[in-house]
T-cell receptor, first 111, second 114 residues
Framework: GENVEQHPSTLSVQEGDSAVIKCTYSDSASNYFPWYKQELGKRPQLIIDIRSNVGEKKDQRIAVTLNKTAKHFSLHITETQPEDSAVYFCAANNAGNMLTFGGGTRLMVKP | NAGVTQTPKFRVLKTGQSMTLLCAQDMNHEYMYWYRQDPGMGLRLIHYSVGEGTTAKGEVPDGYNVSRLKKQNFLLGLESAAPSQTSVYFC?????????????FGPGTRLLVL
């Protein structure tokens, strides 16, 4: 089945710096890659997603890139702010058309 | 519009006890899911439903049962709780299959099994 690995598990950046979180997946048939943000004690919420027919997608300060050949995708956050501090999860769809999630990255933005 | 709600928010069980977690959604979504969240392991799918009256096993179904008697409700049952089931449980729903649609999560249920 699908296996999604996410790195790093924790990431600390200074406010205003950029943050990059990387995920790799195993199933070459996967074609949908969402990212969820979970603030402390809250529910996960979708922040951006990308499908296999595009290589990059941007939404203000966040962007996601996809390399289907290498089977990896990344989340980029520019000009980080304290409110970006959260756990971020990547995911990929699997053979059953459900999602397989990565283990999560705890991002800490220091003011 | 409440979205996805879960009850209870927190529960402590003794080993061997049973309980039911309730998930409700008011978005008229066909698809509903139960996940468990453990540190460092992301969200793992327990069971899911593609419509009223249907259920299917996910990645980690052992020790759990589910029912979807009404479209808006999805129940997760633990017949005989074990300490390994200590976790945070999230319900989610989506308009289409999870593999291509936004999932909307509930606030979670924190379960401690002693």
């Amino acid at each position: 089945g699908e296996n999604v690995e996410q790195h790093p598990s924790t990431l600390s950046v200074q406010e205003g710096d950029s943050a990059v979180i990387k995920c790799t997946y195993s199933d070459s048939a996967s074609n949908y890659f969402p990212w969820y943000k979970q603030e402390l004690g809250k529910r996960p919420q979708l922040i951006i997603d990308i499908r296999s027919n595009v290589g990059e997608k941007k939404d203000q300060r966040i962007a996601v890139t996809l390399n289907k050949t290498a089977k990896h995708f990344s989340l980029h956050i520019t000009e980080t702010q304290p409110e970006d501090s959260a756990v971020y999860f990547c995911a990929a769809n699997n053979a059953g058309n459900m999602l397989t999630f990565g283990g999560g990255t705890r991002l800490m933005v220091k003011p | 519009n409440a979205g996805v709600t879960q009850t209870p928010k927190f529960r402590v069980l003794k080993t061997g006890q049973s309980m039911t977690l309730l998930c409700a959604q008011d978005m008229n979504h066909e698809y509903m899911y139960w996940y468990r969240q453990d540190p460092g392991m992301g969200l793992r799918l327990i069971h899911y439903s593609v419509g009223e009256g249907t259920t299917a096993k996910g990645e980690v179904p052992d020790g759990y049962n589910v029912s979807r008697l009404k479209k808006q409700n999805f129940l997760l049952g633990l017949e005989s709780a074990a300490p390994s089931q200590t976790s945070v449980y999230f319900c989610a729903s989506s308009f289409g299959l999870a593999g291509g649609e936004t999932q909307y999560f509930g606030p979670g249920t924190r379960l401690l099994v002693l």
